[in-house]
T-cell receptor, first 114, second 113 residues
Framework: GENVEQHPSTLSVQEGDSAVIKCTYS??????FPWYKQELGKRPQLIID?????GEKKDQRIAVTLNKTAKHFSLHITETQPEDSAVYFC?????????????FGQGTTLQVKP | SQTIHQWPATLVQPVGSPLSLECTVE??????LYWYRQAAGRGLQLLFY??????ISSEVPQNLSASRPQDRQFILSSKKLLLSDSGFYLC????????????FGPGTRLLVL
């Protein structure tokens, strides 16, 4: 089955710097890759997603890139702000059986220092 | 628009006591439903998922069970709680028939003492 590895597990940056979180997946049939942000004590919330027919997607300071050949995708946050501090989860969707199951990475704790 | 509810928000239970957590979704029909557990500082562990009424798939063998008595209602239960059952329980939904994006409920924080 699908397996998603996420790195790094923790990331500390200065306010205004960029942050990059990387994920690799194993199932080449996976075709949808969402990213979730979870603030302390709250639910994970979708911040951006990308489908396998697209190489890059941007939404203001956030971008996601996908390399299908290498089977990895990355989250890029530019001009980081203290409110970006949270745990970020990547996920992959292997399209089997209409279950809608996502396979999540282990999470990255991002700390943005003011 | 769709809304997902979970209750209770927090719960403190003694070891060996029963458990019932409820999740309901509004604004959609025939959703896929999911229960996740998140231990403190850890990732998302999928416990159960359901593609329809009465259809439950278990991902991890444990002392928990799930039921889906109605289309938009998902219940997580236990007959006897263990200390290791403590955690943050999240319900999520996705559109049925292959919907990929999952949307999470506000969660229930469970502490077993």
């Amino acid at each position: 089955g699908e397996n998603v590895e996420q790195h790094p597990s923790t990331l500390s940056v200065q306010e205004g710097d960029s942050a990059v979180i990387k994920c690799t997946y194993s199932d080449s049939a996976s075709n949808y890759f969402p990213w979730y942000k979870q603030e302390l004590g709250k639910r994970p919330q979708l911040i951006i997603d990308i489908r396998s027919n697209v190489g890059e997607k941007k939404d203001q300071r956030i971008a996601v890139t996908l390399n299908k050949t290498a089977k990895h995708f990355s989250l890029h946050i530019t001009e980081t702000q203290p409110e970006d501090s949270a745990v970020y989860f990547c996920a992959a969707y292997p399209p089997s059986g209409n279950t809608g199951k996502l396979i999540f990475g282990q999470g990255t704790t991002l700390q943005v220092k003011p | 628009s769709q809304t997902i509810h979970q209750w209770p928000a927090t719960l403190v239970q003694p070891v060996g006591s029963p458990l019932s957590l409820e999740c309901t979704v509004e604004g959609t029909s025939n959703p896929n439903l999911y229960w996740y557990r998140q231990a403190a500082g850890r990732g998302l562990q999928l416990l159960f998922y359901s593609v329809g009424i009465g259809q439950i798939s278990s991902e991890v063998p444990q002392n928990l069970s799930a039921s889906r008595p109605q289309d938009r209602q998902f219940i997580l239960s236990s007959k006897k709680l263990l200390l290791s059952d403590s955690g943050f329980y999240l319900c999520a939904w996705s559109r049925g028939q292959g919907g990929e994006t999952q949307y999470f409920g506000p969660g229930t924080r469970l502490l077993v003492l």
